[in-house]
């Protein structure tokens, strides 16, 4: 039986038929997770899944009952998101297809490569912009203790050549993401801008890029979160 917290709650995954257990007033996914998430395309049977910066554990229980994946493995430097996204693999009967690894990226040694990696990561540089006083959500929306570049340089020794990783991160960021990617072989295989509300330009872009392989990139159409009037749009929706 798994024991839920006084400071925590239970909540339902319901496209996925899933729950997820999350702090009341600590970490809790948001919509980031869940965008990207349903972006990550995963063709290959046996595919094997790495998601950097797993949190709670959000991006792969949404991926789990994708049945080309043999296994994902959640990183998560933050002993207690890892713990809660451990106890919630664990409420969902998923240990034989998620693992859960608390240890920074940067110093994760692993003796196998994967297809795929998803990371909803720490885009707001560490000098910009107000850094809030609760440590673990500091170091889930700044560059506390990994940056983008780090990310992809981690990224590019754990994934196989041919391998697809996918981003969700801020439009300010695009130019110099780009110029990494180049850096580290990488290429921009499809781009999806993400508005807020129709009206506003993107605050958010979603890019898969390939590991050693040269594509032409496919801009994909604009997903929007919000309608004109604050609601969910349908397409979020179905992503719940």
Wanted: contains cysteine; charged residues 30%; hydrophobic residues 35%.
């Amino acid at each position: 039986m798994i024991e839920i917290m006084s400071d925590e709650t239970l909540d339902d995954l319901n496209k996925v038929n899933r729950k997820i257990i999350q702090k009341k007033n600590g970490f809790r996914f948001s919509v980031d997770a869940v965008l990207i998430a349903n972006f990550t395309e995963v063709k290959h049977k046996n595919s094997v899944v790495m998601d950097i910066g797993t949190g709670s554990g959000i991006i792969p229980l949404l991926l789990s009952q994708n049945e080309n994946i043999k296994k994902i493995y959640g990183v998560e430097i933050i002993e207690e998101n890892a713990s809660l996204a451990k106890r919630s693999i664990e409420l969902n009967g998923l240990e034989n297809k998620i693992e859960i690894i608390n240890s920074d990226i940067k110093e994760l040694k692993v003796d196998y490569k994967v297809d795929i990696i998803v990371t909803n990561p720490p885009y707001i540089k560490s000098e910009n912009g107000k850094i809030s006083e609760n440590g673990i959500r500091a170091v889930s929306k700044h560059e506390i203790k990994l940056t983008i570049r780090e990310l992809i340089e981690n990224s590019k020794r754990i994934l196989k050549s041919g391998g697809s990783f996918n981003i969700i991160c801020r439009t300010n960021r695009f130019q110099e993401n780009i110029a990494i990617f180049s850096e580290n072989n990488f290429f921009v295989k499809r781009i999806k801008p993400v508005h807020v509300k129709p009206g506003k330009s993107a605050m958010l872009y979603m890019i898969e890029a390939v590991k050693d392989k040269s594509y032409t990139p496919d801009i994909l159409e604009p997903i929007y979160i919000y309608d004109s009037q604050g609601n969910y749009t349908e397409e979020i929706k179905n992503y719940y």
